[in-house]
């Protein structure tokens, strides 16, 4: 519902946060540009043109004027502006009452080289993106080789040498002043990404943890927030975590975030072979999304988008009824789709196929079968692995037991059967097979119509 949050109409203008020099837009085309993509790369160079030239625009800027500069339509200008909301590289402010809604955009300048480098997520998912050489080629780039200054004597003076301190009975500033010198000091710069609404459960992670190997001095705001954003890059379990920082701690009797970064690095390693996490939007591409830019009208359409619009967890926790998938079911997801490299789409329908003919159950076998079949056919979006999961539901059993074909015919459920499905043209089958095979297909269905 897009137009919900923003209208062609809707104003808007331009601000950054500090100044914005040219050596950024180094360092936004070689380090940011391969993770964000293309497309947002382009709006932040547009909204820094804009943001340049808006002084001397005579007519207040429209995000319709944005719209044609672009050639995108408001959906897609809402996704790449979220790339760069997320990555930290813009922040969006909407004005209370105004009719049309009047938007500000600050532009956030990207980290140095040097904190991009270290910074522990973004540098993670760049080498994964650009591979080891490409890697070392741009930190190689960006370094600053240092002077070696062993023959040299420091004569640097200190602050104390050259300031000193002015005590309060000293100070002749007014309240108002009083209150700026408040917002500055409280002012929080634009230190890399933010993490919002953190689901890491520290309780559970304590839980796995000896109190007198890891005390809780140990926990320092920037230690819990090193933790959160290693358990986010790297996915790691509470539990998982809780064995990660005691070895941490037994190892170097203290707690830190390089400590920490080189503990969790060496543990991924040896659970994944030398790979290293990757940047996903977690959902179907969008180039290879049917629905991305037009509405479902049929029943299976609408199955359809519901399957390019969720992600794998979705569909186990569906399943699950809400509750949390089994970490075996999730390795195992995360296994197939990096072995047969399916789509997130393709892996959806895969699933809901699996799960609904296979009475609930997850099968190993099952799904490691229907991947590496999908796979050698090179399917790719939602609705050639619909397709294929229709062609696999009718085809008529080869070896059918008598007993429990007469059993199933008993509890059989007789409810309509999706319009899109009654449309499909099935190969000869007895009644009994028929009625069992559209059941399946409906219950597969059925839970997307909403």
């Not at 936004?28 to 160079?45: F, K, V």
């Not at 996704?79 to 600050?106: A, C, M, Q, S, V």
């Not at 004597?153 to 100070?171: C, G, I």
């Not at 790979?275 to 299976?300: G, M, N």
Request: glycine letters at 4%.
């Amino acid at each position: 519902m897009h137009w919900k949050e923003l209208l062609p109409v809707d104003t808007l203008q331009i601000e950054a946060f500090g100044l914005l020099h040219d050596y950024d837009r180094n360092v936004l085309t070689l380090l940011y540009q391969p993770l964000i993509g293309a497309g947002a790369y382009s709006l932040y160079m547009t909204m820094w043109s804009a943001h340049e030239q808006q002084d001397s625009l005579v007519t207040k800027m429209t995000h319709h004027h944005l719209l044609l500069m672009m050639r995108w339509d408001t959906k897609k200008l809402l996704e790449e502006r979220r790339k760069l909301e997320g990555i930290g590289l813009l922040k969006t402010f909407l004005k209370n009452g105004e009719d049309p809604r009047h938007f500000t955009y600050e532009l956030q300048p990207p980290l140095t080289p040097d904190r991009f480098f270290n910074d522990g997520v973004l540098n993670i998912y760049l080498f994964n993106r650009l591979g080891r050489n490409r890697y070392q080629d741009l930190k190689k780039y960006f370094s600053v080789e240092k002077l070696d200054l062993s023959e040299y004597k420091d004569m640097t003076a200190s602050f104390n040498e050259v300031y000193d301190s002015l005590h309060p009975s000293e100070m002749t500033a007014s309240y108002e002043e009083e209150d700026d010198v408040r917002e500055i000091a409280s002012r929080n710069d634009n230190k890399g990404l933010v993490f919002t609404s953190s689901e890491f459960d520290f309780d559970v992670m304590k839980q796995h943890i000896s109190d007198m190997i890891v005390t809780e001095k140990m926990f320092t705001d920037s230690v819990k927030k090193t933790i959160e954003r290693l358990a986010f890059v790297y996915k790691i379990e509470p539990y998982e975590m809780g064995r990660i920082v005691e070895q941490a701690a037994i190892h170097h009797d203290e707690l830190s975030d390089d400590l920490l970064r080189k503990e969790v690095s060496s543990w991924f390693a040896l659970e994944n072979r030398g790979k290293v996490p990757a940047l996903q939007y977690r959902r179907q591409p969008a180039a290879l999304q049917e629905f991305h830019t037009k509405e479902p009208v049929t029943e299976e359409e609408k199955a359809a988008q519901r399957y390019e619009q969720m992600t794998p967890y979705d569909i186990l926790q569906r399943a699950a009824e809400g509750g949390k998938p089994s970490e075996a079911d999730m390795k195992l997801v995360e296994r197939i789709m990096d072995e047969q490299k399916l789509t997130p789409g393709v892996m959806n329908v895969l699933l809901d196929f699996i799960i609904e003919t296979q009475d609930k159950k997850l099968s190993k076998n099952y799904v490691e079968k229907f991947a590496s079949h999908w796979a050698r056919a090179r399917v790719k979006t939602v609705r050639e692995a619909m397709d294929l999961a229709i062609k696999e539901l009718q085809q008529p059993k080869k070896k059918a037991n008598p007993a429990s074909r007469g059993k199933g015919s008993s509890t059989a459920r007789k409810d309509k059967v999706p319009e899109w499905i009654s449309d499909q043209k099935e190969p000869d089958m007895s009644h009994e097979e028929r009625s069992e095979k559209q059941d399946q297909l409906k219950k597969m269905l059925s839970k997307y119509k909403k």
